[in-house]
């Protein structure tokens, strides 16, 4: 059986092994900062808004802090990896290597959603200090988590592809990742916005990631959440079908 | 007998099956052509050099049969498979040495050959690895990642990494370049072992005494065109030619007169007298009767066959490509190109 080969579990292996080595940065750092932003915007500033949904803002804001996590530190992981990789010239041991595409696709992908949901996980451990979390639809929560994660993974598989410099990379960091992610009703919900914004969000794919978290968790949410998961199922799909050509094409990574 | 990963052993069974063969190989980066038409074998067992000046094909060539690069034509196989269609294949056979020195910089130096032997499918690495941090001199550097490490043990390292699978074809992309004097011997001495034990060995290198001293034949490719292939012996007789030196007892201000018609010269402030003859026609009794006519006493005299050296600066003199390593100066006079055999 395909994952069962030695080649393929040694990437992963050598993936989770990669970033446990600099765990301070990959895992502590981002669970760091969202203890500030629950004690900032949770714990100290979230006792003057008001409910949403009929639950404390500070209830409301983690599942998005939580997403925010996972979904980030899966593309960075990806992304980091193969950039330095290409970067350090190291990546021929990957390319010379009798690993197939979808092996290596799906390496570099469980490599990335098991820092992913690692962060995931520490941001909801460590939000339990501040607040109880209810779980009102587990298998859902699970299954969204599991290919946001996925999604994201292969993102920055595919971005590091595309990427010749570690600034290109800081472009789509900076520029489309970090607003979408913003922007996608991580502190707030889209009840309060105007709505020509309201509509414009709806463009965010990252939306649908963070609401779908925060109704299995919390069962409220401002879209359908049947949609929001086959739309991430469907993004997953394509973004994997995707990933597996483009290695197969050889781009920027042949000559 | 069947490997870790269940396939038969190359070689085993195959017959005549070529180690590396090459058909019809053309590669083309936009409107430059890399390769052009590049066809030859390697056999099982062998241990063949690759020459060329930079900038020749050298790497193109084994970035094809490695996987890094992709034909625009011709066929490329491995044992018999296709480096393409059978790519998993094909590249389970061949450990491969690359020219730059690539490391990840995450891992220690044991750690680092666990995971490429993992990439390669080896279920135990833990008995190669060990032998080869001992057989390298990788021992006391075990632990440290490979940034601590000197530029010559980041180079054993590459060759560490290549070996530890065991392929079948080992691959070296100049594998001693800015290494010492005594690390090039200890390689020599280690790649002449793997050999030994059966190990089908491609090796380019700027050093021709290197190539000279390993291998069996010899390709020479210039401007991604092979201009010779044969045995190593016969590309030095094929060159069919003898350089004499003659040694004044002093210094001479000019080339006696009786030697200008035989293409003589004038080296070293006035103390050698160089001539290139023919293997076959020269009469080395006319040389010496008329130097003695001259009346310059001799202390030396001395005939070299042609070294590999020789021949590679004769096929690639002219067209672009640079002087060789050792620094043996170019120009003589190109002969007839030779024909590569297709053997």
């Known amino acids: 059986m395909m994952l069962l080969t030695i080649p393929f579990r040694t990437l992963v292996g050598r993936e989770v092994q990669r970033f446990w080595l600099v765990a301070t940065q990959t895992l502590l750092a981002p669970a760091m900062s969202a203890t500030l932003y629950l004690f900032i915007f949770g714990y100290s500033l979230g006792s003057r808004f008001p409910d949403i949904h009929g639950y404390p803002y500070i209830q409301f804001m983690v599942p998005g802090l939580i997403t925010m996590g996972l979904i980030n530190n899966s593309f960075q992981n990806t992304a980091s990896s193969l950039l330095i990789a290409k970067y350090e010239g190291s990546i021929v041991d990957i390319l010379t290597a009798p690993i197939s595409y979808v092996e290596m ?151 | ?82 480096v393409v269609q059978d790519y998993r294949t094909t590249r389970r056979m061949i450990g491969a040495v690359p020219q730059e020195l690539v490391y990840d910089h995450f891992f220690s130096v044991r750690r680092t050959l666990v995971i490429h032997a993992g990439y390669f499918g080896v279920l135990n690495p833990g008995p190669r690895v060990e032998e080869l941090l001992d057989r390298l001199e990788l021992r006391p550097h075990e632990n440290k990642t490979v940034m601590q490490l000197s530029g010559g043990m980041k180079r054993r390292l590459l060759i560490a990494k290549a070996l530890v699978h065991r392929p079948p074809m080992l691959i070296l992309d100049e594998p001693t370049a800015g290494v010492d004097i005594n690390f090039r011997l200890s390689l020599w001495e280690l790649l002449r072992e793997t050999n030994a034990q059966g190990t089908t060995i491609l090796l380019t290198t700027h050093y021709i005494d290197e ?95 042609a070294d590999l050296e020789d021949v590679f600066i004769h096929l690639t003199a002219g067209r672009g490509s640079e002087k060789s390593a050792t620094g043996k100066r170019a120009g003589k006079q190109p002969a007839t190109p030779l024909q590569p055999d297709r053997a």
């Open chain 1, 105 to 255: 696709t799906l390496a570099f992908a469980l490599g990335g959603m098991i820092r992913g949901l690692g962060v995931g996980a520490l941001v909801l451990v460590v939000s339990r200090f501040f607040t109880p979390m209810p779980l009102a639809h587990g298998l859902y929560l699970l299954t969204l988590v599991i290919f946001a994660s996925f999604s994201f993974s292969l993102l920055g598989f595919l971005a590091s592809i595309w990427a010749e410099r570690f600034d290109d990379m800081a472009m789509l960091s900076t520029f489309l990742l970090l607003p979408l992610t913003y922007l996608g009703g991580v502190f707030y919900s889209l009840d309060i916005l105007p709505p020509f914004w309201r509509k414009v969000s709806l463009f965010n794919p990252l939306l649908y990631m963070i609401d779908g978290t925060r109704y299995g968790f919390l069962g409220v949410s401002d879209v359908n959440p049947v949609f929001s998961l086959a739309l991430i199922l469907a993004v997953a799909g394509i973004l994997f079908t995707t990933a597996v050509l483009v290695l197969k094409s050889g781009y920027r990574l042949r000559k």
């Open chain 2, 1 to 82: 007998m069947k490997d870790r990963s269940g396939n038969s052993p190359p070689g085993s069974g195959c017959g005549q099956t070529p180690a590396l063969s090459i058909r019809n190989l053309h590669k083309s980066y936009g409107n430059v052509e890399a390769l052009r038409d590049v066809s030859f074998e390697i056999h099982p067992g062998e241990f063949f050099g690759l020459l060329g000046p930079n900038g020749a094909g050298k790497t193109t060539l084994i970035n094809i049969v490695t996987g890094l690069a992709r034909r625009s034509s011709g066929d490329v196989s491995v044992f018999g498979h296709d």
């Open chain 2, 211 to 305: 190539a000279e001293e390993l291998c069996e034949r010899i390709g020479i490719i210039n401007h991604g065109k092979f201009v010779a292939l044969d045995r190593t012996q016969n590309l030095v007789r094929r060159l069919n030619e003898k350089k004499v030196t003659l040694v004044p007892q002093q210094p001479i201000t000019a080339l006696p007169a009786s030697l200008t018609d035989l293409n003589a010269t004038l080296e070293d402030g006035g103390r050698r007298i160089i001539l290139h003859i023919n293997h076959n026609t020269a009469d080395l009794n006319d040389i010496l009767r008329r130097m003695a006519d001259t009346g310059v006493p001799l202390i030396d005299f001395r005939v070299e066959e």
